[in-house]
């Protein structure tokens, strides 16, 4: 069954906030050598340029990297950490907005056997695709996919609505991981995953 791709709408509009509660609930789809992976959003944070001490693109910072972030939203922003994790990213907002939602973690619904070998993990456990770095890796999201659009039904990367809404009653918020450097940024709670669900990573209020 095909579902329809997330729009220009969705992506394009300026609460990145909004848009990071919004994606959860929707399905990030990837087809890598005729391997079609999914699972569904479960927890996700916000990046808002130029004002958020913990984006890339704080005080309207423009390199090779954040580049893609200035682009109209609806496109992948796909970034190294460590040297060896990759993270997938949501660019969002009008073009030169640099807003930008990190996927941190999915429930895994199609083709698990695949995402298993690709972690080379023999027993299904949260840790499968439970933070960015485990899902990029389970779905097979490289950075040579940066900039890739979100929207087209042909392209390797997509999300996709199926019709499930997540109640703002079940969505709970705190603040993002890894962001102790970004001063009082860091305290902001916008970081948000879908309550009672096995699949996301430790998550303190």
Request: hydrophobic share 40%; aromatic share 10%.
């Amino acid at each position: 069954m095909e579902y329809p791709v997330l729009s220009s709408v969705f992506y394009q509009r300026e609460d990145v906030v909004q848009i990071s509660k919004d994606l959860l609930g929707k399905y990030l789809v990837t087809e890598f050598d005729g391997q079609l992976t999914a699972g569904k959003i479960v927890e996700t944070e916000a990046y808002r340029g130029p004002d958020d001490k913990a984006c890339h693109a704080w005080n309207n910072r423009f390199t090779d990297r954040t580049r893609v972030m200035y682009e109209t939203g609806g496109v992948a922003y796909v970034y190294l950490c460590y040297g060896m994790h990759h993270l997938f990213n949501v660019v969002t907002g009008p073009k030169g907005m640099a807003h930008a939602v990190l996927i941190r973690a999915i429930e895994p619904i199609h083709n698990v056997e695949t995402m298993q070998l690709r972690r080379n993990m023999t027993a299904l456990k949260p840790k499968l695709t439970a933070g960015p770095g485990a899902l990029s890796q389970a779905l097979g999201i490289k950075t040579a996919f940066n900039g890739v659009s979100l929207m087209d039904l042909a392209s390797p990367i997509r999300i996709e609505d199926r019709g499930e809404v997540v109640a703002e009653s079940d969505i709970l918020a705190g603040p993002r991981v890894g962001v102790e450097s970004a001063g009082e940024c860091a305290l902001w709670p916008w970081r948000f995953v879908v309550k009672g669900s096995v699949w996301v990573s430790k998550f303190r209020k």
